[in-house]
Structure formats: structure tokens, C-alpha cells
């Protein structure tokens, strides 16, 4: 099936100031317009995949957002709105009083034909994952999914709409998802709820949920999955690789635990006698890395590819991707890189950590000692390492809960002390990635609660072991 691409471009813009407006029509490439940045005292902006354009050299005013505001739906718990019957998105900046300063307007396409890249996946009936950035297209792919299953394979599907962003603004549900039910949620928090009022009051064969992002909803989905529901969702997150690092959304793929072999058992696998394991059967059986809107990274095998990236090695996968043709080609990773390799093209990468917590003059100075290269980020987004320690992780305040949506690998310090500090960039600077992989991942899972594997005299949670 060739791919069509539907947006209804000119109701977004109609919400736009004349001055905003006019300047987007007049690009060549405006059907590409990814999204329109209005900030109070700054510069209008719009953003398209390869470039960021100023569209008037007047600065958005106050009457400028609350015109936008006016022409639009309400804002929710997530300070997102939308448009009556289209899938565009209106996000809100707010100041400490609570009034809008900033609006970030996003258009939402209806892509018709790239499911065919899975389709064999979801008609398996299996729980499918698919993980990505944001921005790259996991909502779009959702919301074909949702069609497909309604209407092609007559399945009873329900769509769980947090941010009304699958199936559109309003009441009723946009075309995009055919004869697949809409289930609105309130507010955010609620989410997990309404995930499993879908299973016991509406008898569904497939849920459709977007953004697990929450440990309830993460075990709400092991919930639907247990009952015999087939789970479709997307999670933020690049790879398989940082689902297993992520505390909150492990599970989601078994989860992971640290485990002491005894001697022998380790002689025999040629390991040390700490190891990572999974600790249950993924509630997914097969993940999807989005690499952009026409190509995806497939694990079929979730199990086993979870396993293996416990033990050190890659996994084996297959890309697809759908040609101009609309033809869905296949590959399979055969020869996958090695870390080794991996580390050779960026050799000289230098870490960008997002403090919350942690004494910054004292990592500088740990990482200038050791002669470590690193960058504090000052904008979450921009982070590579979100960097805490054990008593605000265990508060998770909003900044931990954003990391962990965005994909942000989370290290925890036990103390905010130099000696933590160094062990950790000591962990997060190996020399030998081969043979120190699954051992840094380890102080990185057990660090997150207070246990290194290395140190027999603690237990997890950092409780001395009574003798």
C-alpha cells in the first residue's frame, strides 16, 4: 500500500496571527511545517525538518497568544489542547501564576500505508512495543494500527486517548483511526485507570495506548496482558538498550535484577558472580525502534534479545524500511556492530549530564582530576546522563518522572560525596566497552538503589548485611 500523507495544514494555521500566517504560505516546502513556536518577547518560529525559520521580525505579544488560545480547545492536566476534528497539538508554557507564555503548535498527520513495515507483527496477536524519540512518528504509526486492526482484521480495538493526540480534538473521534473506540482520559494520572476500565467494561481484543510513561501504567499493561488482551503502546526511548536502563519501564520487557552466582556456576559461564538477569516474562514479545517515518528496527524475539544484551552481545534484529514504491524491504542484522564499534566512531563523545542534586563545583572538579571530558546541560532535552542522588530519586520529583519519559539514562548517587563521583564517572568512562558493558550496566540498575554488585558487605537499598 503507498504511503498518503493527510494534515489539514490550513485549519492549524488558521489559528495563527496574519502576520504569522502569511510568511508560512509563502514557503515553498510549508506542507513540511513540523511545528510553530510562539514565546512571549521573542522572535516567531517555525520548524521544519531540516531548518528553523523566523517568520517576522515582531515580537509575540500577549494579544498574539490569546488569540491562538481563543481558537482553540481547552487545555488539559497536561497543559495540551487541540483543534475540533483534526490531530493537531497546542502545547502551553505557563509562568508561576499560571498564565500562558509560550505555545508550541504542532501539526498532526494522518500516515496512510507505513503499517505495512509490522503488519505481520500485530496480526499476530502479540504485544507489540514501539519505541522512539519524540517527534519521530510513534503516534502516527499508533494511530494507522488502531485502523488497521478495526477495519481490515474486524477486531474490537479501543484507543486509550490521554491528549486527545491518536484520534483527534473533540467528541468525536477523527477518521484516522476507522472504526476503532476512543476512550478519553481527564487527566494524566488517570491514565492507568482508564486502561484497565477498557478491558473489564467494554470486552476488547486490542488496546492501544500511547506514552507508558509511569510505573502504574507500566503495570497496568502487564495487567491487560495477563488477561489475554493484545497490547499495542509506544514508550520514549531510542533502543531496546535504554528500556532495560530506564527503573521505571524495565518491566515492560521483563525488567532487570542483579543476581549472585555461586562459585561454580560462575567458572561455568565464565562470568563474575554478579550478573544481570531478567526477572519475568515481557509483557511486550516484540519491540519496534523507530528510526524515522519510513524505517524501523525490528526485535521480534524480546525474550531472547533482552537476554542476550544481559550477557554482553547484540541482539539480532531486522530493519525495514518502505521504499518510494511503497514496497516494505527487509534485512537482517547479521554481522550487528559491536560496542567496540559503536565507541570507535564517536571516540572522543563527551557526556552531557543534567544535574538534580549533586554538587556540580565537585563532579567538575572529579572529572578535571581524572581527566574526564563533560558538559553540565542546563535544558533537560540536551542531557546524555541525568545525575541525582539516592534521597531525591526516592521523592521523584517531576524532573525525575520527565527524564525517565524522555528515555534519559538516570544515575543515583548514594552520597554527594567525591568518592561516588568518581565511581560513577568511572562507570560511565570505560575503556574497554566490550568487556565492561554488562559490568557498568550493573552499578548503573543496582546504583539506582544504592547497591554496587562489587561490594559483598551491601545489600540492595545499602543496608549493611548482618553477620
Given at each position: 500500500?503507498?504511503?498518503?500523507?493527510?494534515?489539514?495544514?490550513?485549519a492549524l494555521l488558521d489559528i495563527l496571527p496574519l502576520y504569522i500566517r502569511e510568511p508560512l504560505y509563502q514557503q515553498p516546502d510549508h506542507s513540511e511545517l513540523l511545528e510553530v513556536i510562539l514565546d512571549l518577547g521573542r522572535l516567531p518560529e517555525a520548524r521544519f525538518p531540516h531548518r528553523e525559520l523566523v517568520l517576522n521580525s515582531k515580537e509575540v505579544n500577549q494579544?498574539?497568544?490569546?488569540?491562538?488560545?481563543?481558537?482553540?480547545?481547552?487545555?488539559?492536566?497536561?497543559?495540551?489542547?487541540?483543534?475540533?476534528?483534526?490531530?493537531?497539538?497546542?502545547?502551553?508554557?505557563?509562568?508561576?501564576?499560571?498564565?500562558?507564555?509560550?505555545?508550541?503548535?504542532?501539526?498532526?498527520?494522518?500516515?496512510?500505508?507505513?503499517?505495512?513495515?509490522?503488519?505481520?507483527?500485530?496480526?499476530?496477536?502479540?504485544?507489540?512495543?514501539?519505541?522512539?524519540?519524540?517527534?519521530?512518528?510513534?503516534?502516527?504509526?499508533?494511530?494507522?494500527?488502531?485502523?488497521?486492526?478495526?477495519?481490515?482484521?474486524?477486531?474490537?480495538?479501543?484507543?486509550?486517548?490521554?491528549?486527545?493526540?491518536?484520534?483527534?480534538?473533540?467528541?468525536?473521534?477523527?477518521?484516522?483511526?476507522?472504526?476503532?473506540?476512543?476512550?478519553?482520559?481527564?487527566?494524566?494520572?488517570?491514565?492507568?485507570?482508564?486502561?484497565?476500565?477498557?478491558?473489564?467494561?467494554?470486552?476488547?481484543?486490542?488496546?492501544?495506548?500511547?506514552?507508558?510513561?509511569?510505573?502504574?501504567?507500566?503495570?497496568?499493561?502487564?495487567?491487560?496482558?495477563?488477561?489475554?488482551?493484545?497490547?499495542?503502546?509506544?514508550?520514549?526511548?531510542?533502543?531496546?538498550?535504554?528500556?532495560?536502563?530506564?527503573?521505571?519501564?524495565?518491566?515492560?520487557?521483563?525488567?532487570?535484577?542483579?543476581?549472585?552466582?555461586?562459585?561454580?556456576?560462575?567458572?561455568?559461564?565464565?562470568?563474575?558472580?554478579?550478573?544481570?538477569?531478567?526477572?519475568?516474562?515481557?509483557?511486550?514479545?516484540?519491540?519496534?525502534?523507530?528510526?524515522?517515518?519510513?524505517?524501523?528496527?525490528?526485535?521480534?524475539?524480546?525474550?531472547?534479545?533482552?537476554?542476550?544484551?544481559?550477557?554482553?552481545?547484540?541482539?539480532?534484529?531486522?530493519?525495514?524500511?518502505?521504499?518510494?514504491?511503497?514496497?516494505?524491504?527487509?534485512?537482517?542484522?547479521?554481522?550487528?556492530?559491536?560496542?567496540?564499534?559503536?565507541?570507535?566512531?564517536?571516540?572522543?563523545?563527551?557526556?552531557?549530564?543534567?544535574?538534580?542534586?549533586?554538587?556540580?563545583?565537585?563532579?567538575?572538579?572529579?572529572?578535571?582530576?581524572?581527566?574526564?571530558?563533560?558538559?553540565?546541560?542546563?535544558?533537560?532535552?540536551?542531557?546524555?546522563?541525568?545525575?541525582?542522588?539516592?534521597?531525591?530519586?526516592?521523592?521523584?520529583?517531576?524532573?525525575?518522572?520527565?527524564?525517565?519519559?524522555?528515555?534519559?539514562?538516570?544515575?543515583?548517587?548514594?552520597?554527594n560525596n567525591a568518592a561516588q563521583m568518581k565511581q560513577c564517572l568511572d562507570v560511565l568512562y570505560p575503556r574497554d566497552t566490550q568487556s565492561t558493558y554488562v559490568h557498568n550496566l550493573q552499578r548503573i540498575v543496582a546504583g539506582r538503589r544504592g547497591f554496587n554488585p562489587s561490594n559483598r558487605s551491601m545489600e540492595p537499598g545499602g543496608k549493611r548485611k548482618s553477620r
Amino acid at each position: 500500500m503507498r504511503r498518503v500523507v493527510t494534515d489539514d495544514l490550513d485549519a492549524l494555521l488558521d489559528i495563527l496571527p496574519l502576520y504569522i500566517r502569511e510568511p508560512l504560505y509563502q514557503q515553498p516546502d510549508h506542507s513540511e511545517l513540523l511545528e510553530v513556536i510562539l514565546d512571549l518577547g521573542r522572535l516567531p518560529e517555525a520548524r521544519f525538518p531540516h531548518r528553523e525559520l523566523v517568520l517576522n521580525s515582531k515580537e509575540v505579544n500577549q494579544s498574539d497568544i490569546d488569540y491562538v488560545v481563543s481558537r482553540i480547545g481547552e487545555f488539559s492536566g497536561d497543559n495540551r489542547a487541540g483543534i475540533n476534528h483534526t490531530l493537531h497539538r497546542i502545547s502551553a508554557i505557563r509562568n508561576r501564576n499560571g498564565y500562558i507564555i509560550g505555545l508550541t503548535c504542532r501539526v498532526g498527520r494522518a500516515v496512510f500505508g507505513t503499517v505495512g513495515m509490522i503488519q505481520d507483527l500485530i496480526e499476530s496477536g502479540k504485544n507489540v512495543l514501539l519505541l522512539g524519540r519524540p517527534g519521530i512518528g510513534k503516534t502516527t504509526m499508533l494511530r494507522e494500527v488502531a485502523r488497521v486492526l478495526a477495519d481490515d482484521f474486524k477486531k474490537r480495538v479501543i484507543v486509550i486517548d490521554t491528549s486527545n493526540e491518536i484520534a483527534g480534538d473533540g467528541d468525536i473521534p477523527h477518521p484516522a483511526i476507522g472504526h476503532a473506540r476512543r476512550m478519553q482520559v481527564a487527566a494524566p494520572a488517570e491514565q492507568h485507570a482508564v486502561m484497565i476500565e477498557a478491558v473489564e467494561n467494554h470486552m476488547p481484543e486490542v488496546i492501544i495506548i500511547d506514552e507508558i510513561g509511569t510505573e502504574l501504567e507500566a503495570q497496568a499493561a502487564r495487567t491487560i496482558a495477563e488477561r489475554g488482551v493484545q497490547l499495542v503502546g509506544t514508550a520514549h526511548g531510542n533502543t531496546l538498550e535504554n528500556l532495560i536502563m530506564n527503573p521505571t519501564l524495565s518491566d515492560l520487557i521483563g525488567g532487570v535484577q542483579t543476581v549472585t552466582l555461586g562459585d561454580e556456576e560462575a567458572r561455568r559461564r565464565h562470568t563474575q558472580k554478579s550478573v544481570l538477569e531478567r526477572k519475568a516474562p515481557p509483557t511486550f514479545a516484540m519491540v519496534v525502534e523507530i528510526v524515522d517515518y519510513y524505517k524501523v528496527t525490528v526485535h521480534s524475539d524480546v525474550t531472547e534479545a533482552v537476554d542476550v544484551l544481559l550477557h554482553g552481545q547484540p541482539p539480532k534484529a531486522e530493519v525495514r524500511w518502505m521504499n518510494e514504491d511503497g514496497e516494505v524491504k527487509r534485512e537482517a542484522i547479521t554481522s550487528p556492530l559491536t560496542w567496540e564499534s559503536k565507541e570507535e566512531k564517536q571516540p572522543e563523545k563527551t557526556l552531557r549530564f543534567y544535574l538534580f542534586g549533586a554538587n556540580r563545583s565537585r563532579l567538575e572538579q572529579i572529572a578535571k582530576e581524572g581527566r574526564k571530558q563533560l558538559k553540565i546541560a542546563a535544558d533537560l532535552n540536551q542531557a546524555d546522563i541525568f545525575l541525582t542522588t539516592r534521597s531525591d530519586y526516592r521523592r521523584k520529583p517531576q524532573k525525575i518522572r520527565d527524564a525517565e519519559a524522555l528515555g534519559i539514562p538516570i544515575y543515583v548517587l548514594k552520597s554527594n560525596n567525591a568518592a561516588q563521583m568518581k565511581q560513577c564517572l568511572d562507570v560511565l568512562y570505560p575503556r574497554d566497552t566490550q568487556s565492561t558493558y554488562v559490568h557498568n550496566l550493573q552499578r548503573i540498575v543496582a546504583g539506582r538503589r544504592g547497591f554496587n554488585p562489587s561490594n559483598r558487605s551491601m545489600e540492595p537499598g545499602g543496608k549493611r548485611k548482618s553477620r
